[in-house]
C-alpha cells in the first residue's frame, strides 16, 4: 500500500517533472500532462506501451485520447492524493514518449 508523498519528496521528486511540463492539480492532489504525437498509431502505441507498465504495478493513469493528443492526470486513489507511484509511472511515461 502506498503513503501520500512526503514534503520531502515533493521538493525533490515532484520539481523535476513540474519542470518537464507536468502541473499540479492542486484541487485533488494529482498530476497532469498533455502528451502530442506525430498521429493516432503513435499516441496509441504510447498508450499501450504506458497501459503494460501500470498493471506491472497496479497503477492506473486516468487518461483522455483524441487522436494525436494524450491527456493524463496521475494520482493514487487509495491515499487520496499523490504517492510515490504516481512519480514513478510521470517518469516512465516522460521516457516512453521519448
Ligand atoms: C484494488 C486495486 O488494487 C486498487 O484500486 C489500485 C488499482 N489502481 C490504482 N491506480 C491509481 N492511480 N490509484 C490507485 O489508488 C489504484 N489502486
Given amino acids: 500500500m502506498s503513503e ?3 514534503d520531502t519528496a515533493r521538493k ?3 520539481t523535476p517533472l513540474l519542470e518537464n511540463g507536468w502541473s499540479l492539480d ?3 492532489d494529482a498530476i497532469c500532462k498533455e502528451f502530442r504525437f506525430g498521429d493516432f498509431i503513435e ?7 504506458a497501459a503494460i507498465w501500470a498493471e506491472k504495478w ?8 483524441v487522436y494525436n493528443k ?3 492526470t496521475l494520482t493514487t486513489h487509495d491515499v487520496g492524493g499523490l504517492s510515490a507511484l504516481d512519480v514513478k ?4 511515461m516522460d521516457g516512453l514518449a521519448g
Fill in 58 to 65: 497496479n497503477h492506473h493513469p486516468e487518461w483522455f485520447n
Fill in 43 to 49: 499516441a496509441f502505441g504510447f498508450m499501450t506501451r
Fill in 70 to 72: 494524450v491527456q493524463v
Fill in 12 to 14: 525533490t521528486t515532484l
Fill in 89 to 92: 509511472l510521470a517518469r516512465k
Fill in 4 to 6: 501520500h508523498l512526503s
Fill in 26 to 28: 492542486e484541487t485533488r
